[in-house]
């Protein structure tokens, strides 16, 4: 779907809808400067490279592309200070991360491992990388990036992938995330989980 919404703080509306209809893709920013990029159109097998740019009232239309395709994108980060991580490229996934300025794509520095729908939580020079899908199946790996190198660090509890939930303006050093699958087929997580920058906390969603 192409469609989008506002949220207020207590309810939902429905704002201009994207340029294209996708899934998978990667996305970050705020409701007034926020960014969509990749992803894969139902009507097409291509994994998107495009990028759009979100006002809180319309979209444009990124001049630059990224350096390569995917889907199932980890986000994080500003409008004009953004980053993507992994991802899946077909028929493989992907170490691959860039960096995002607002109007062009830049290569960062490779993730310590392969894999896509992690989840991706602060800004681009402090952020937090956690989950996803390796191979084989649902990862743990936590890494942090600083916008130069990745280090790695304390594993999620619980291994999930598709992570859409979680603070996409977190820090290296506060952060949480909720949802997500799990290794078994079909099966969904209610966890929510926080990281401190030393340990993680598993706390039941209510």
């Known amino acids: 779907t192409n469609a989008l919404y ?13 340029p294209v209809g996708t899934y998978g893709q990667g996305s970050f920013g705020t409701q ?28 444009t239309a990124s001049p630059g592309s990224m350096n390569q395709g995917r889907h199932y994108i980890a986000g994080g980060g500003t409008q004009t200070a953004g980053l993507i991580a992994g991802g899946d490229k077909g028929p493989a996934k992907t170490d ?3 960096e995002y300025n607002g109007s062009t794509w830049s290569n960062g520095a490779t993730t310590p491992d392969i894999r896509r729908g992690g989840g991706l939580s602060g800004p681009q020079t402090a952020a937090l990388y956690f989950g ?19 280090s790695t660090n304390p594993s999620i509890a619980t291994s999930r992938r598709l992570i859409a939930g979680g603070s996409k303006n977190g820090t290296t050093s506060s952060a949480w995330m909720a949802g997500g699958q799990l290794e ?18 598993v706390t039941a969603s209510t």
């Open 6 to 18: 506002n949220y207020d703080g207590t309810d939902w509306t429905a704002g201009a809808a994207q």
């Open 96 to 98: 691959n991360a860039e």
């Open 184 to 201: 078994s087929p079909d099966a969904r997580s209610a966890l929510t989980e926080e990281f401190t920058g030393e340990t993680e906390t």
């Open 132 to 150: 996803g899908s390796g191979d084989p199946g649902a990862r743990t790996d936590t890494a942090t990036y600083d916008g130069t190198a990745w």
């Open 32 to 59: 007034t400067a926020g960014v969509v990029c990749g992803g894969s159109a139902p009507t097409t097998s291509n994994y998107l490279a495009t990028s759009y740019n979100y006002d809180g009232e319309g979209w």
